[in-house]
C-alpha cells in the first residue's frame, strides 16, 4: 500500500516517551469551514467568517473561491471576509479541486448563481472510495442535468434554474446533505430532504443559511425541509470549535500519561468521544467548553463500532486504534465506513504493536504495548494523526512523512506540539 515518497515535502520528527502537559485552545471546525465558504456564493453581499482554522484545506477553498472571482481578505488567519459578488467562473481550478474533496460543495452554488459547473473529480482522502452519488441525486432531483463527461470531469447544467424538490437520500452522505441543503436555498419553493445527516456541522450549516434568510426546520434531524429562492444576505459568524481536533488531542495526552486541557468544543459535541474513553478508563471530564483529561491507565473494551451521528465518529477510528495500542486487554475496532484507515494503521505492526487486521472494515488490537519508533508515512490526515499520537507514545524516534498530510486538518500542529512538550523537529527537503 506504501507508494514513492515525495522528498520535496516535509517529515516531523518525534522523540517519543515524554508526556503532553499543558493547555490548547482548538480553532474552528474543519468541516463547518467548508460548507460555509461555500455557502458564501449564494449571495453578492459580503460575508464574515471568525473562528476560522488555519489549515492547509481552508486555505484550498479560499484559492478556489479566488479563482472563481470572489474577493476574500485575512486568508491564513481566523477571520475571512468573503465577498463573492463578481464571482464569474464555473469551472474550478482542476488541481486544486484535485486536493480537496469537498469542492464538491461548490456545484449547488455555482448552479444557482451561473446554471452551469464543470468540476474535475474531487480529491483528498480516498477519493476512489468516496463516490458522488448522493449529491448527483441531489443535484439531479433539483433539475440538474449531468452532460457527457469532458476528460473525466463532471458537467452540470440548471438552465431553468434549480427547483425544489422531495428527495430521499440513499446514503445519510454529510456532505451530500450539505450538497443538497446549498442548493435548496437557492430553489425556490420548500424541499424536504429525508435521510439527513445529522452531524454538529450540517447543523451549522443550517444555521448559517437560515441567518442569510433562507428558512429551514429540522436542522439535527434526519429530516430537513428548507424554504429557499429568496434574496440571501451577507452575514457573520463565528465557527464552533472542532470537537474532532479536540478529540484528538485528549487521545495524544492519553497515550503518553500526560494531563491536558482542550478549551472550545462544545461538550455536546464531544460526547460520542467522551462516552468511549470512559468506557476505556481514561479519567477525563467535560463542561461546558473545556475537556480536561488527566493520567490514566487504559482499559480495553469488547467492541469500538463507529456510526453517523450521534454514534462514534469515523474520524476518530484511527486515534482510538493508537490509544487500544496501550490499553490492558483485547479490542475488536470496527470501522464500517472507510477501510483505508485501518489499512494505513498497519504500519503500527512495525512499531511493535499487537495488531491483527481482519478485512477492510475490523481490526483487533491487543494491549497494552511498548511501541518503537520507526519511519510512516501519512497515507490520509487522520491516521497521520494516529501515527504522530503512537510516536509521541514511543521509545526512540520517529520520522512522519509528508507533514503536510496532517496539517490539512490540525491547524499550527508543531507549534502546538512544541507547547504541550512534545521533543520533536521537522526536516525539510
Partial sequence: MTGPVDSSLTS?????????????????????????????????????????????????MADLLLG?????????????????????GDVPDSDLVGRLRGSVLLCGP??????RVRLAPPGGDFPARRTLSAHLQALEAMGVRRLPESGG??????????????????????????????????????????????????????RF????????????????????GGSLTGVEHRLGGDYIEAGSWAVAAAVTGG?????????????????????????????????????????????????PWPGFPSDMVSLICVLATQARGRTLIHDWMY??????????????????????HRMIVDGPAALTGRTLDSRDLRSGMALIAASLAATGTSRIHP???????????????????????????
Fill in 209 to 228: 443559511l437560515t441567518r442569510m434568510g433562507a428558512e429551514v426546520e429540522g436542522a439535527g434531524t434526519s429530516t430537513v425541509r428548507i424554504a429557499g
Fill in 403 to 429: 507533514l503536510e498530510t496532517v496539517e490539512r486538518g490540525y491547524a499550527q500542529l508543531v507549534e502546538r506540539l512544541l507547547a504541550l512538550g512534545a521533543r520533536i523537529d521537522i526536516e525539510r527537503p
Fill in 259 to 307: 494531563e491536558i486541557e482542550v478549551h472550545g468544543a462544545a461538550a455536546g459535541d464531544l460526547e460520542p468521544i467522551t462516552s468511549v474513553l470512559r468506557r476505556m478508563a481514561v479519567d477525563c471530564d467535560v463542561d461546558d467548553d473545556r475537556l480536561w483529561l488527566r493520567p490514566s491507565v487504559p482499559e480495553a473494551v469488547r467492541q469500538i463500532t463507529t456510526a
Fill in 68 to 88: 472563481l472571482g470572489a474577493a476574500i481578505d485575512g486568508v491564513g488567519t481566523t477571520t475571512l471576509r468573503v465577498d463573492c459578488g463578481q464571482v464569474t
Fill in 339 to 360: 477501510e483505508l484507515r485501518l489499512f494505513a494503521l498497519e504500519q503500527l505492526s512495525g512499531m511493535s504493536a499487537n495488531l491483527f487486521l481482519c478485512d477492510p
Fill in 153 to 206: 470531469d463532471f458537467v452540470l447544467e440548471a438552465p431553468g434554474g434549480l427547483r425544489p424538490a422531495s428527495l430521499y437520500l440513499e446514503e445519510a452522505s454529510v456532505t451530500g446533505t450539505e450538497t443538497a441543503l446549498l442548493a435548496a436555498a437557492a430553489a425556490p419553493g420548500v424541499s424536504e430532504i429525508r435521510h439527513a445527516a445529522c452531524e454538529p456541522h450540517v447543523v451549522e450549516l443550517c
Fill in 110 to 115: 455555482l448552479l444557482a448563481r451561473l446554471g
Fill in 12 to 60: 516531523l520528527v518525534v522523540e517519543g516517551g515524554h508526556r503532553l502537559e499543558g493547555r490548547i485552545d482548538v480553532e474552528g471546525n474543519k468541516n463547518a469551514a467548508l460548507p460555509l465558504l461555500a455557502a458564501c456564493l449564494l449571495t453578492e453581499r459580503t460575508c464574515v467568517l471568525t473562528n476560522v482554522p488555519r489549515i492547509k484545506d481552508v486555505q484550498v
